[in-house]
């Protein structure tokens, strides 16, 4: 399978938790030592920007959903605080029948995937974290770039994102015309909850009791998460390996797809905690980190 192949996902609305839920599905090939994977999107981000990840990884079922007020899920009345969201996210799991699991994150979503794995660290083999940080305590992006993320507006002038594309996210403008394509405005009111959701939230006081092992991706051209939150990461995480992606912005999932992919899969494929806790006890030792010279 490459990553020109389709696969589609199979799209639902379930109520979960009180709340109707767009979730995407992408099923593999249906092996017994295969873990699904729940991935969870950037802020305002819907689930179509999902789709070279679900295209990509055919062996295993991909899972996402939309967060309250975006990508067609209904807003939440009221503001939520991430755990909350990490019992939403437990609850779409077991809708669809998921014990155990894989989990990733990217920006927004990959502080989300770090109160995840805190919550339910019995039920996760790996953690894949890209272009995020441990939250309040981080090293801040570009003023430039972070008054046009918090700017609604990206979504929804496609004139506004080409123009800002490069301040914004650190890519090159020619991966913006397809990128712009499978955005999808969301709620007002979700983008705020959204926005507020990590306020005063940080993962640096649990990320040293997180025995799992856990993959950081960083792009050094990324204005929004900066490259040096990556090794905030790695110093308070006990099985960090860390890859930095030459040339990647903020979108490198989506710009640097074909290179990262082989990344993921090569870690995925090593030992966990769930099935391997005899390697951890003798000492593991993570794949070498995969660093530009001086860059964290």
Do not use: C
């Not at 979730?23 to 305002?44: C, H, K, Q, S, Y």
């Not at 437990?90 to 927004?108: C, E, I, N, P, Q």
């Not at 403008?173 to 979700?190: F, Q, S």
């Amino acid at each position: 399978m490459t990553l020109g192949d389709k696969r589609y996902p199979e799209i639902r609305y379930p109520v979960i938790g009180g709340h109707k839920i767009r979730t995407a599905r992408w099923l593999g090939t249906g092996e017994d030592n295969v873990r699904p994977l729940l991935f969870f999107n950037g802020i305002g981000a819907n689930l179509e920007l999902v789709a070279p990840l679900g295209e990509s990884f055919t062996r295993r079922d991909i899972v996402t959903f939309a967060i309250p007020g975006v990508g067609r899920s209904k807003p939440t009345f009221l503001p939520y605080r991430p755990w909350q969201m990490a019992k939403l996210a437990r609850k779409v799991m077991d809708h669809f029948g998921y014990g155990l699991m894989d989990v990733m994150g990217v920006s927004w979503g990959g502080a989300l995937a770090q109160q995840f794995a805190f919550q339910y660290q019995k039920r996760v083999g790996k953690l894949v974290l890209a272009a995020t940080s441990p939250g309040v305590i981080m090293v801040p992006g570009k003023l430039s770039a972070l008054s046009k993320m918090t700017n609604p507006r990206r979504y929804i002038d496609p004139d506004y994102m080409k123009k800002n594309f490069k301040t914004l996210y650190g890519d090159e403008t020619g991966k913006a015309d397809k990128h712009i394509l499978n955005l999808m405005p969301p709620h007002p009111r979700g983008y705020l909850y959204q926005m507020l959701a990590f306020s005063g939230w940080s993962s640096l006081p649990f990320l040293p009791f997180l025995k799992i092992p856990t993959l950081i991706m960083a792009g050094d051209r990324d204005n929004i998460v900066p490259l040096a939150n990556a090794k905030l990461l790695k110093m308070a995480l006990k099985y960090p390996q860390i890859y930095v992606v030459k040339g990647g912005g903020h979108l490198f999932m989506v710009s640097k797809a074909r290179e990262i992919v082989p990344v993921m899969r090569e870690f995925f494929d090593g030992p966990d905690m769930l099935n391997h806790p005899e390697v951890f006890r003798e000492g593991y030792t993570p794949q070498p980190d995969h660093e530009t010279p001086a860059a964290i």
